[in-house]
C-alpha cells in the first residue's frame, strides 16, 4: 500500500518546471498544508503520512518534494 501511495501522490516523473506547492492535485495541497497554522491536527498528520510513504526515509523525501 505504501508503494501505491508513493506512485500516487510522488510520481517519478513530476513537472518539476513550476514549484511543487502551486499545483492542484494532492501533492500541491498537502505541501501547502504542511505551512498552515490553522490546521495543526491535520498539518501534523500530513507530514507524517509523506514520511511515512518515503519509508522513514527523510533524505527521500527532501529529494522527492524539493528538488
Not at 500516487?8 to 501533492?27: A, F, Q, S, Y
Not at 504542511?34 to 527521500?60: N, W
Request: hydrophobic share 40%.
Amino acid at each position: 500500500a505504501r508503494k501505491r501511495m508513493r506512485e500516487w501522490i510522488l510520481p517519478d516523473d513530476l513537472d518539476r518546471t513550476n514549484p511543487l506547492e502551486g499545483r492542484t492535485d494532492l501533492l500541491g495541497r498537502s505541501l501547502r498544508l504542511l505551512a498552515c497554522i490553522h490546521h495543526t491536527r491535520l498539518k501534523d498528520a500530513t507530514g507524517e503520512m509523506l514520511y511515512a510513504i518515503c519509508e522513514s526515509d527523510r533524505k527521500c523525501l527532501v529529494l522527492l518534494c524539493v528538488i
